[in-house]
């Protein structure tokens, strides 16, 4: 075990009228990651209505999500470089903004420019409001004291989105049509940022740093502990911040060609639209439970050992999916699929903190999600491509095994920087 690795939180104690927005925080948090990851995971079930209404091919609108995931990941270091300098507030609303726009304007869609304008450039960069680093730097600097903790609980945000809105989605398609279901989510995003300006504003007058102006004290940070803050410059000199980048780059590639393909996958094999809900539903449910345990876990392991761990479970489930026909076998491949798919954001978020402080964690993190969603933006596009050569999911399930391998074998090799990293001009 890599020493350093599994630092516990320790830090100065809140006062007692911050403490009393822990829970306000990291429901806010919660919740962001409940909508905004929720409708980015669900995307491939809203997409089957419109194939089967307009005749879209399956390999244009996975180009309109390529569109949305390409521009949702330069979007994160944009952010990142900006909750380092000012309050988080702002940006957020303006997602949550776009996002509601996108939907409500797409309820009334009849081409497909409208699909890649609306669900690929206006969804995409919306996105990034409420997105696992909006989540991830507002737990990390107001709740350091408890960050692992705090970062599993809010993380869950994302697994119980996925678990409701999956299934729901399906059920409000079937029943009311999917115009309706996208007006019903446009109205999501819209309750999301009332509920962000009431929180918000109440933290900032009780001087809580997560959402104050950039520059000022982290009120429940010690001095010293954790990793030295270190500039973004001086991270990408040294092998460490690549050694995460990589293995978080396949994992994106891996997880966006389930989230699209997997409602496909199934509906090639004659299964019912709520099998596919129920899957997607599923993968959220078994996701809750591997995000909850990493808490625990990374008070006791090495956070690059759990990371190695998370990917090689990944490679068993790639190699039995296609040997696992029916409902069965999707949904077999959903939960030990689902284990694994959110762990990974916390546990880069916290292993990024432990080696190299919170001074930049928004520009840092920001970046790593860059290199995670850009693997995102290439996995639906690569997928379909794959299957039209091979009329099958094989190869690109057997591509995802490969690098979830390699991203395996990656983080175990994950040391701390050296010493003089902290002292290096930025």
Known sequence: MVRGMTMPD?????????????????????????????????????IVPLIQEFGWSRGALSAAIS???????????????????????????????LCALAFFLAAGMQSLWQAYLLLGVMLGIGLVGPSPLTSSTLVLRGLPARRDLAL?????????GQLVLGPLSTSLILSVGWRSTYLFLGGLFVGMAALVVAVLRGARSARVAAVGPAGGPEPHAAPGEGGADVGMSQAVRHLPFWLMAVPYFFCGFADNVILVHLP??????????????????????????????????????????????TYLLRVVAFFLLPFMAGATGVYLFAGLFGVTYFITSPLVASLTVDLYGSGSLGSMFGWLNLAHFLGGALGPAAGALLYQLQGSYVGTLLLC??????????????????????????
Do not use: C, E
């Open 10 to 46: 320790s830090s100065v104690p809140p006062s007692p009228a911050q403490a009393r927005w822990d829970w306000p925080l990291i429901t806010v948090a919660f919740l962001l990651l409940f909508v905004g990851s929720g409708v980015r995971t669900s995307i491939g079930l809203l």
């Open 67 to 97: 569109l949305q995931l390409l521009l949702y990941s330069v979007g994160h270091p944009l952010a990142g470089m900006t909750y380092d300098r000012y309050p988080l507030k702002p940006l957020v609303l303006v997602g949550l903004g």
């Open 152 to 160: 599993s609980l809010s993380g869950t945000g994302v697994n119980s």
């Open 264 to 309: 496909l996958l199934a509906r090639d094999q004659g299964l019912p639209p709520m099998v596919a809900g129920a899957a997607v539903g599923l993968l959220g449910g078994a996701s809750i439970l591997g995000t909850l345990a990493m808490g625990p876990l990374a008070y006791v392991a090495s956070k690059k050992d759990l990371l190695a761990g």
């Open 401 to 426: 095994a490969a690098l979830s391998f390699v991203a395996a074998t990656v983080s175990a090799l994950i040391r701390r920087p050296p010493p003089s990293i902290s002292s290096a001009p930025s």
